[in-house]
């Protein structure tokens, strides 16, 4: 049997992945409503019951997004805004679908817009990141590129200092001896 440690991690790794799947496909289905809306503005009835029917999705997957954005957290060691956030968007989007079935425009076009901002701002916050390289001195001069070619132009009256640059831009002195 797998010692707790191990099993903690393969639990916080199929949190994580479900996690970024259902964040994902809740933000392909809010950029897909409002082309669904658009489509519906030529007089399509189709168009508008796909419209509803998407915004039903979608407000089941906000639901399904608030417990694992809370595992993602809690043991996960997640960021707390993804549940605060999923919860936010359920409620919003709950919301959201009352107006439109109310066919109050004047609320739910707007709403809409931040529901949409906010599914692209969880996916930020929820989708994996590259770690960044660890900085490490590079051990070159500057000018070695030019070789041991004297410049014609100048003539320096004492050697100059060795000058390194490490990976993130610091520029290191040393002095020839």
């Known amino acids: 049997m797998p010692e ?3 099993r903690m991690t393969v639990f916080n790794r199929i949190v994580r992945v479900l996690l970024v799947v ?3 496909g809740h933000a392909a289905l809010a950029c897909l409503q409002p082309f669904l809306a658009g ?3 030529d007089g399509d009835g189709t168009a508008l019951l796909l419209h509803g029917a998407n915004g039903g999705v979608i407000v089941s997957l906000s639901m399904a997004l608030i417990p694992l954005g809370v595992l993602w957290w809690r043991p996960g060691g997640g960021s707390l805004w993804a549940p605060v956030l999923a919860l936010l968007l359920f409620a919003a989007e ?3 679908l ?3 079935y109310a066919d109050i ?3 739910h076009v707007p709403l809409g817009v931040g529901i949409l901002l906010g599914s692209l701002l969880l996916c930020g916050i ?3 990141r590259r ?5 490490r001195a590079e051990t070159r001069p500057m000018n070695a590129h030019l070789g041991d070619v004297p410049h014609a132009t100048t003539r320096p009256t004492h050697d100059p200092p060795t000058v390194t640059r490490t990976t993130d831009g610091r520029a290191e002195r040393k002095a020839l001896s």
Do not use: E, K
């Open 131 to 135: 770690p960044r390289p660890t900085a």
């Open 126 to 128: 929820t989708l994996p």
């Open 22 to 24: 259902g964040v994902v």
């Open 94 to 96: 709950t919301f959201q």
């Open 98 to 100: 009352g107006m439109g």
């Open 4 to 6: 707790p440690s191990t």
């Open 39 to 41: 489509w519906s503005l």
């Open 105 to 107: 425009l004047v609320i």
